[in-house]
């Protein structure tokens, strides 16, 4: 099964397309070297991994994306397959102490981590972005929970 996103098909009632197309892949790899998805010449973070509020080039409105806890488990799952191999590929083949494994998988594994993280939120954020998820379709209300039904009654 292909799932396709196209988003300049018209609109059903107006007949005018309802949004500009936007290059996931380009969005996606912009967000890899933290520039803004939309420009790719501004930057995506003010911190380590705090995003701006709005691009500093082209104004475009970042700070409502919804990464959450999809970069560190990426990251982890990505780590997760470059550590384990090698450190069974290390074992088989040299069997070192168990303070070896340790003064090296460590480290390398924190390394790897931070390393990763930032870039692959960038990413998400840029998938976001392409897609129109979250805040950044223009045409969506506010991306708010829904308000709990149950809430009145006591």
């Known amino acids: 099964m292909n799932v396709q996103y196209k988003t300049e098909l018209p609109h059903p009632e107006t007949g005018t397309p309802a949004k500009p197309s936007r290059k996931p892949m380009q969005a996606i790899m912009r ?4 520039s803004c998805p939309c420009c790719g010449k501004g930057k995506l973070f003010s911190g380590f991994l705090t995003t701006v509020h709005t691009c500093n080039s082209c104004g475009e409105e970042i700070h409502h994306h919804r990464a959450d806890d999809a970069p560190p488990y990426f990251t982890i799952t990505i780590v997760g397959h470059i550590i384990i191999p090698a450190m069974l590929a290390v074992e088989v083949l040299y069997h070192p102490e168990v303070w070896i494994h340790m003064s090296l998988w460590v480290p390398l594994t924190l390394i790897l ?39 009145g009654i006591r």
Not at 127 to 134: G, I, T, V
């Open 113 to 151: 981590s931070l390393g990763m993280l930032r870039p692959i939120k960038g990413a998400l954020v840029g998938l976001q972005w392409a897609l129109y998820m979250h805040g950044f379709d223009p045409e969506a209300g506010d991306d708010l929970p829904e308000p709990d039904p149950a809430a």
């Open 31 to 34: 967000g890899l070297r933290s």
